[in-house]
């Protein structure tokens, strides 16, 4: 072997080298994103674990509120009335604590994304397609809507 053909293949093992050191980078750096990829998702299933436990929830917090409506103004109840309040409020802070929101409807505008109609009505003091009355709560999970409010929208006032 001569110095021609030592240099030739100090060039092409040199190249060869380079090609692998680029390689490798190449795959540090996908090894590296696909770990960050994976702990992202890792950590939006975490924060999103419990929605089917708070959606089971839910039905027992709306029969609550629906017992406290029922019962106002019946005076031989108030000491239940409180209880039932506070439970009620209990479940609602512990939601709250873990990312359940209540939808805040009442006198807004009626926004579709959140609430569903389930009724127009005429209303003098309120302007119409603004929400007159929430017949049933709203809630949003970490931001992502759980269960839109039913409401009762304004249709303006009454034709005559």
């Known amino acids: 072997m001569n110095m021609t053909d030592l240099l030739n293949r100090l060039d092409e093992a040199t190249l060869q080298a380079e090609k692998n050191k680029d390689l490798y980078l190449r795959t540090v750096a996908d090894l590296d994103t696909y770990r960050r990829k994976v ?4 950590q939006e299933l975490a924060k999103f674990a419990l ?3 708070v959606e089971e929830l839910l039905p027992s917090v709306d ?6 409506e029922a019962s106002k103004g019946a005076d031989e109840c108030k000491s239940l009335i409180v209880g039932v309040e506070m439970v009620c409020s209990q479940i609602k802070k512990t939601l709250a604590s873990f990312g359940v929101e209540e939808i805040s409807a009442a006198g807004k505008e009626f926004d579709p994304n959140l609430e569903d109609c389930v009724s127009h009505e005429p ?12 017949t049933r709560a709203g809630y949003t999970y970490n931001g992502r809507l759980l269960r839109p409010a039913s409401v009762i929208v304004s249709s303006g006032k009454a034709k005559a």
């Open 39 to 42: 702990q992202r998702e890792k």
């Open 51 to 53: 929605q089917p436990l």
């Open 63 to 68: 029969h609550l509120e629906m017992a406290i």
């Open 123 to 134: 209303n003098e003091s309120v302007a119409e397609n603004k929400v007159v009355k929430v």
